[in-house]
């Protein structure tokens, strides 16, 4: 696209914030330096002339020493029409910079270009020219029945919608307003602030029956295949538990090398089924002919039969206005097991242990999908393991929804349990 022309001044903080922006705007695009405006009098005196002949554009970082800077323009500059830009806070590092900022957000020069045009679009400034982007008439006491002002809850309010629309949340309470009436409507926010929780779910054991795959298709390859040898059930389960899975075979849980070697997860997990083949008496030849044929069976949609009811869960809940996200520790290629099944329509994003290289209960995978969902206050993790879904969970700030197949295994880190799945709806109404 053409360049965005501006006649207003826009006054930024350093000279990458302006290279940044001189890759789409044709204008004049003034640094200030930072700090140093602060005893810079030339500089002062040419913005309050050029800002009162064509009016200024403020375009700051979105952390303390930012809107300290726009603050001070903003008084020094007060005789002209200023049009205030924000940026959103997102979390980063600019590539030039050995380490991050203070509050480890990106600055101006940091964001992306196409965000950076929709920021001065929000504003009424595109490449149409400067236009009146109004959309209502918001007033300080719709702010207080909105309860986005003089309320007890106020604050958590205000971070909610800031997180939603992408806005910095230290904005004064003129801005904030200005911002929302320039952005949304009252009914728009309402929507926002009623959001219903955001629900992510675990695979094996939530959204299918909670079958022993790898020890049945263990022991069914031994008897099928070498019938003359007395191996019993308990000792396949004796000698695959604790090993063959990476989060099991990996003690610190970070199987993020595994990701940099083409197939490297089933690798893993191959080199130790062959050994626990071996361990349960089969010779190397033997255990060689049999421990591929593993994954091939753990794939199989046929042998990840869901809950009868488990569709129509999730059809119920996402037409109450529930959004379902996937947590799960597994294969890579349970995304595309989700599609055989007939279970990816129903989900925003597939967050799989496999394809990132962290395991529940580890923070990280939370963190990642709370990133993805983009980090709803309200959030429930559901799931059938105490430790992976509810205690690992409960440390990233979800409620919980346990599944306790079993009976009476609830902790008091569950905030719900069920025993079915359709018992859900009874919850999230």
């Known amino acids: 696209m053409d360049k965005i022309r501006v006649n207003q001044i826009i006054v930024v903080e350093g000279k990458y914030d302006a290279i940044k922006l001189d890759s789409f705007i044709d204008g004049l695009i003034i640094p200030v330096n930072g700090f140093s405006i602060f005893k810079d009098e030339e500089k002062k005196l040419l913005l309050k002339q050029l800002g009162e002949e064509n009016g200024i554009i403020l375009l700051t970082d979105s952390d303390a020493a930012g809107f300290k800077i726009r603050n001070y323009l903003s008084n020094i500059c007060r005789k002209a029409k200023i049009t205030n830009v924000y940026i959103p806070q997102i979390s980063g590092k600019e590539s030039r910079k050995a380490e991050p900022s203070k509050e480890g957000t990106l600055g101006v020069e940091g964001i992306d270009k196409d965000v950076l045009i929709k920021c001065f679009a929000d504003a009424g400034i595109t490449d149409m020219g400067t236009v009146n982007v109004k959309k209502s008439d918001m007033t300080y006491l719709d702010l207080f029945e909105l309860g986005l002002s003089g309320t007890n809850n106020a604050s958590n309010n205000r971070e909610k919608v800031c997180r939603t629309l992408a806005i910095p949340t230290k904005l004064?309470?003129?801005?904030?307003?200005?911002?929302?009436?320039?952005?949304?409507?009252?009914?728009?926010?309402?929507?926002?602030?009623?959001?219903?929780?955001?629900?992510?779910?675990?695979?094996?054991?939530?959204?299918?029956?909670?079958?022993?795959?790898?020890?049945?298709?263990?022991?069914?390859?031994?008897?099928?295949?070498?019938?003359?040898?007395?191996?019993?059930?308990?000792?396949?389960?004796?000698?695959?538990?604790?090993?063959?899975?990476?989060?099991?075979?990996?003690?610190?849980?970070?199987?993020?090398?595994?990701?940099?070697?083409?197939?490297?997860?089933?690798?893993?997990?191959?080199?130790?089924?062959?050994?626990?083949?071996?361990?349960?008496?089969?010779?190397?030849?033997e255990a060689e002919s049999i421990y591929l044929k593993v994954r091939e069976y753990l794939v199989a949609p046929e042998n990840n039969p869901l809950?009868?009811?488990?569709?129509?869960?999730?059809?119920?809940?996402?037409?109450?206005?529930?959004?379902?996200?996937?947590?799960?520790?597994?294969?890579?290629?349970?995304?595309?097991?989700?599609?055989?099944?007939?279970?990816?329509?129903?989900?925003?994003?597939?967050?799989?242990?496999?394809?990132?290289?962290?395991?529940?209960p580890r923070k990280e995978i939370y963190e990642y999908a709370l990133e993805l969902a983009g980090n709803p206050e309200n959030r429930y993790m559901i799931g059938d393991n105490l430790k992976d879904d509810v205690h690992g969970s409960k440390a990233c700030?979800?409620?919980?929804?346990?599944?306790?197949?079993?009976?009476?295994?609830?902790?008091?880190?569950?905030?719900?349990?069920?025993?079915?799945?359709?018992?859900?709806?009874?919850?999230?109404?």
């Open 172 to 285: 004064s309470k003129k801005s904030f307003l200005e911002v929302l009436n320039r952005m949304t409507d009252k009914q728009q926010l309402k929507n926002i602030l009623e959001e219903k929780p955001t629900l992510f779910w675990d695979f094996h054991g939530t959204l299918t029956l909670h079958l022993h795959q790898w020890t049945d298709c263990a022991y069914e390859l031994i008897r099928d295949n070498f019938p003359q040898y007395d191996i019993t059930m308990e000792k396949v389960c004796a000698e695959l538990d604790g090993h063959c899975l990476p989060w099991y075979t990996h003690p610190d849980r970070d199987t993020r090398d595994l990701l940099e070697i083409e197939d490297g997860w089933w690798k893993s997990c191959n080199a130790e089924l062959l050994k626990m083949f071996m361990r349960c008496g089969l010779k190397q030849e």
């Open 307 to 360: 809950y009868e009811d488990t569709k129509m869960v999730l059809q119920t809940l996402k037409e109450r206005g529930y959004k379902h996200y996937l947590v799960s520790n597994n294969y890579p290629e349970l995304d595309v097991l989700m599609d055989q099944l007939g279970l990816r329509e129903y989900f925003e994003a597939q967050v799989i242990s496999g394809k990132i290289g962290f395991d529940k």
């Open 397 to 429: 700030g979800f409620k919980t929804v346990f599944f306790d197949l079993r009976g009476n295994r609830a902790d008091d880190k569950c905030d719900y349990a069920i025993h079915e799945i359709k018992e859900i709806l009874d919850i999230f109404k």
